[in-house]
C-alpha cells in the first residue's frame, strides 16, 4: 500500500569483528587491485563556503591506495584463515548494509516463512529420492533442475524439505542459498542476486570476501541489473576465479519463480543461469528452480539454447504418486481431529470408509485441496467436525466431474464459496475490506489495518469468524506483537480476485483504490490544525503492559498510519484535487521517523516543476527572500539534503573530493550512502549524472544560508510550511565564480515566531 524506499548501494567503515571459522588454505596467485586511477588528486578548489569538507583518498578492493597494498605483486604464498580487510573495514557493517539489498524473508529458515510449509512425513519421499539422485550425478551431466507443476501441489513444501536436507553435515550438497519468492511481498526480482550472493557470502568466507572487493570497486553494484550482478556476484568469483573449492557441490534454490513480479525478469533469471550451467560445466553449483508452468516460463525452458541445460521434474497432479501422498496426508489429519474431539470417538468409525474414499478421490492429488479440506473440518470456529464433512461431501456431489482433468480446482473453488457464503450479511461489508487489504498485500499487520480501517478488533475478529479454513489469524495478544493475518495458500486469493468465480469484487483493484482514499480522507480529516492530537485509532485491545509501553506503542501505531496517509495521498496523485488544508497536514518529523515509508519526496512531488508553478498560486509553495530568513529556525530531524551539478564534471575532479578543510569532518569518497559526522558534510557520487548528493549537519547549513545571506539577501527561497509553520525550505543557486556549478539544499525549516515573514 505504501512504497519503499530504495537503499543506495554500500560503504563499510567498521572494524573486523572477531570471526571463529574453521581454517580454510588459499594457494595461487593473488589477484591486486585495479590500476586505473581511483583517487583524485588533491589540491585547492574555490568553492570555500564548503568550510567541513576534508579530502579522502578513494581506496580500491581491502582499502588499497591506487596499485599499493598489503600484497600488491605478491603471488605463489599460502595463507592462513585469510579474510582481508583494510583497517578500518570490516564485516560487520558491510554485511548488514549488504542485507538491505537483499529480499527480506526469502531465507528457508527465515521467521517471516515460520511456520514454512512441510511436506507431510512420510510422502513426495520419490521425488526427494530423485532429487537426490540428480544431486549425486551432477558431476556427469546437468547442474540445473526445474520443478514444475501446478497450483497447490506442494512445490514449496518440497522446496522446503530440499533446503532442509541440504543444511544438514549428512546431505550430499551443501546449501548455499535459498529463495522463496512470493507475492507476499518477497517478489522483488531486481534484489534476487543479492539475496543469493549475500546468504553465500554468510557460509564463506573467501566469497565474502570476495563480494566485499567487489562492492568496495564499485559501490552501486548492489543496484545494477540483474545481468551485471549475475557476472560479478556468479560468474566472475566461481567460474573465473574458482572461489569455491569444497567438496560438496553448492546447492541454490528458487522457489516461485512465477510469484516474481517482473516476468520479463524471471525468463531473464532463466537464461543467466541455464547459460552458465552450458558454459561452465566444472563449476559446482547445483540450481534448483521451481515453479508454475506459466507460458512464458515454459517457453524460455524450452528455447533451444537452453533447453539442453535442464533437467524436468514435473509435479503431475493425478498420478498415482501424488494420489497415494494426498491419501496417506488425509488418513493422518482426519485420525488427529478423531483424536481430539471427545464426541467423534463415541462413533465406531470415523469418517466412514466411503467418505474418506470420495474424499481423497476429489483430491486427486492436489495438496492444497486436501489441507484446505483438513482446514475447513477441523474450523475451530465451527466446532463440529462431522457436520463440516458432511458439509464438505455436499459441495463434493454440486461439482460436476469434468473429464479429462480440472475437477479437484473447481471442487477446490466450490468449497471457498462455500466459506465465503458462511458469513452473515451484517459483516460482510467488514469481511469485504479485510479481504481487499489482505488478497492485496499478501498479508497484513492486523493492528495497523485495523485503525486504518478505522475498525474496531471486535468487528474485525467478528467478520474473520468464519474464514479460519483459509486464513492464519492472529490472536488479539499476537497481533498486538506483530504476528501478521495471511492466507493458507495463495491459490485462495486468485480465487477472491476472480469475479466470475467468486463474485466478491467486479474490478478488485479499483475498489482497493477506493478503500485506501476513503480511509487516508478520514485520517486527514481527523488531524487536528495544530497536530496536537494524534491519529484516532479503532484498535483498543491492549495487552498487560505497563502503560508506559503501551503509551508509546500507542503513540507509534498513530504516526505510523500517519505515515502511511501521507505515503497513499502521493502515491495515489490527490494532490491534483485535493484542498489545500490536506496539502499543509504534512509532518516532516513524521516522514523522518518512518524512513522506511516513502512518505513523500520533496523533489518529485511538492517542489517538482510539474507542481511547482500551481502550487505557488495555491500558496503551498512561498518564495521568501533568503534574507528573511532566521537560521535559528533550520531543525535538525534529518532530511537536510544538498546536491550538486557541475556540466562535463570528470569524477576526479569533483571539488567535493578534493577541496580543502578548515574543521574536522569527514567527506570524499564515501560509495553513494552514508551519514553526517560532526559538523562535516558527507557526500556521495552519480558519476552517470555527474551529480553529488550529501547530507549536511545543522551547523553547516547554517553556515550555507548565512553565506548565502552576505552574498545575496534578496534571492528567492521556496517554502513548503505546514499549518505549524514546519516544513522545508529549498535553496538553489548559480555559483557566481564559475557560473558552471549548480548548489541545491533542501533544509528541514520551522517558521520562529518572530520573524519578518508572514505565515502562511
Known amino acids: 500500500m505504501h512504497p519503499i524506499d530504495d537503499k543506495g548501494p554500500l560503504h563499510d567503515d567498521s572494524r573486523v569483528p572477531h570471526t571463529s ?121 546437468k547442474r540445473l533442475l526445474w ?39 518477497r517478489d522483488n526480482a531486481s534484489k534476487a542476486i543479492t539475496t543469493l550472493a549475500y546468504q553465500i557470502a554468510v557460509i564463506h568466507p573467501p566469497y565474502r570476501q570476495f563480494v566485499h572487493d567487489e562492492i568496495n570497486n564499485d559501490p552501486k553494484l548492489p543496484t545494477k541489473s540483474i545481468q551485471m550482478q549475475f557476472r560479478k556476484f556468479i560468474v566472475k568469483p566461481f567460474a573465473n576465479h574458482g572461489i569455491y573449492r569444497e567438496p560438496k557441490p553448492l546447492l541454490i534454490l528458487i522457489d516461485g519463480l512465477d510469484e516474481c513480479a517482473d516476468r520479463e525478469k524471471q525468463s531473464q533469471l532463466i537464461s543467466l543461469i541455464s547459460n552458465f550451467s552450458l558454459a561452465h560445466p566444472g563449476v559446482p553449483l547445483i540450481w534448483v528452480i521451481a515453479s508454475r508452468p506459466e507460458p512464458h516460463i515454459t517457453t524460455t525452458f524450452s528455447q533451444a539454447g537452453i533447453s539442453s541445460s535442464f533437467v524436468k521434474e514435473e509435479i503431475v497432479i493425478d498420478s498415482d504418486e501424488a494420489r497415494a501422498d494426498v491419501e496417506r496426508y488425509l488418513r493422518d489429519e482426519l485420525k488427529k481431529v ?51 464433512l458432511d458439509q464438505l461431501l455436499d459441495v463434493i456431489g454440486g461439482v460436476p466431474t469434468v473429464p479429462g482433468g480440472g475437477h479437484p480446482m473447481a471442487v477446490l473453488h466450490a468449497l471457498y464459496n462455500r466459506i465465503l457464503s458462511q458469513v452473515p450479511n451484517d459483516s460482510l461489508p467488514e469481511t469485504r475490506k479485510l479481504l481487499l487489504h489482505v488478497v492485496s498485500d499478501g498479508s497484513v499487520d492486523l493492528v495497523f489495518t485495523c485503525n486504518w480501517l478505522g475498525m474496531t478488533p471486535a468487528v474485525a475478529y467478528g467478520a474473520l469468524h468464519h474464514l479460519h479454513s483459509v486464513f492464519d489469524i492472529p490472536s488479539p495478544e499476537a497481533a498486538w506483537d506483530g504476528k501478521e493475518l495471511r492466507a493458507f495458500h495463495k491459490s485462495f486469493g486468485d ?8 463474485g466478491m469484487f467486479e474490478d478488485f483493484d479499483s475498489e482497493a483504490v477506493e478503500l485506501d482514499i476513503e480511509s487516508l480522507t478520514r485520517i486527514f480529516d481527523e488531524r487536528s490544525d495544530d497536530f496536537s492530537a494524534g491519529v484516532t485509532l479503532s484498535w483498543d485491545y491492549q495487552p498487560s503492559q505497563s502503560s508506559d509501553d503501551i503509551q508509546i506503542k500507542i503513540r507509534d501505531h498513530q ?36 524512513s522506511g515509508i516513502r512518505t513523500w519526496d520533496p523533489d518529485d ?110 534571492h528567492l527561497v521556496l517554502a513548503y510550511l505546514n499549518i505549524r509553520n514546519s516544513g522545508l525550505i529549498v535553496y538553489e543557486y548559480t555559483d557566481p565564480r564559475d557560473d558552471r556549478a549548480e548548489w541545491k539544499f533542501t533544509i528541514p525549516y520551522t517558521l520562529p515566531s518572530e520573524t519578518g515573514v508572514e505565515s502562511p
Open 147 to 185: 520443478i514444475v507443476g501446478p497450483a497447490g501441489v506442494g512445490k514449496s513444501a518440497i522446496m522446503q524439505t530440499l533446503a532442509e536436507i541440504a543444511s544438514t553435515p549428512e546431505s550430499n550438497v551443501t546449501l548455499g542459498a535459498s529463495l522463496f519468492f512470493s507475492v507476499n511481498g
Open 21 to 141: 571459522q574453521s581454517p580454510t588454505t588459499h594457494t595461487g596467485a593473488c589477484p591486486t587491485a585495479s590500476s586505473s586511477a581511483d583517487a583524485g588528486s588533491p589540491g585547492d578548489h574555490p568553492y570555500e563556503h564548503f568550510p567541513h569538507v576534508q579530502h579522502r583518498e578513494r581506496r580500491g578492493p581491502q582499502g588499497a591506495r591506487g596499485t599499493s597494498g598489503n600484497f600488491y605483486g605478491a603471488h605463489d604464498f599460502v595463507v592462513n584463515d585469510s579474510i582481508f580487510v583494510d583497517g578500518t573495514h570490516g564485516f560487520g557493517t558491510f554485511m548488514k548494509e549488504l542485507g538491505e539489498h537483499t529480499i527480506p524473508g526469502a531465507e528457508f529458515d527465515s521467521s517471516e516463512r515460520d511456520p514454512p510449509p512441510q511436506c507431510h512425513p512420510g510422502t513426495r519421499l520419490k521425488i526427494v529420492e530423485r532429487t537426490q539422485d540428480f544431486f549425486d550425478k551432477y558431476r556427469d551431466g
Open 559 to 594: 504516526n505510523h498510519i500517519y505515515a502511511a496517509a501521507m505515503s497513499s495521498f502521493w502515491h495515489y496523485e490527490l494532490e491534483k484535487t485535493a484542498s489545500v488544508r490536506y496539502l499543509k497536514l504534512f509532518d516532516m518529523n513524521i516522514c523522518h521517523e518512518y
Open 495 to 502: 480465487y477472491v480476485r476472480d469475479f466470475e468465480r467468486s
Open 605 to 714: 512531488d511538492i517542489f517538482s516543476k510539474r507542481n511547482r508553478r500551481k502550487f505557488l498560486k495555491r500558496n503551498i509553495l512561498r518564495e521568501i527572500p533568503i534574507g528573511m530568513l532566521d537560521t535559528n529556525g533550520v531543525e535538525e530531524y534529518g532530511y537536510s539534503e544538498v546536491q550538486f551539478w557541475y556540466a562535463d564534471l570528470e569524477v576526479e575532479d569533483s571539488p567535493l573530493d578534493s577541496a580543502s578543510v578548515e574543521e574536522p569532518g569527514i567527506v570524499g569518497y564515501i560509495p553513494y550512502r552514508s551519514y553526517p559526522v560532526d559538523n562535516s558534510c558527507v557526500v556521495w557520487y552519480d558519476t552517470d549524472n555527474n551529480y553529488s548528493c550529501g547530507r549536511p549537519t545543522l551547523k553547516f547549513t547554517r553556515d550555507i544560508l548565512e553565506q548565502g545571506q552576505i552574498r545575496s539577501p534578496d
Open 338 to 388: 478423531r483424536e481430539k474431539y471427545v464426541a467423534l470417538q463415541t462413533i465406531a468409525q470415523w469418517p466412514r470408509e466411503h467418505d474418506f474414499l470420495k474424499l481423497a478421490a476429489t483430491s486427486d492429488g492436489l495438496f492444497v485441496f486436501a489441507s484446505t479440506a483438513i482446514k475447513f473440518i477441523d474450523d475451530p470456529g465451527y466446532g463440529n467436525p462431522a457436520a463440516r
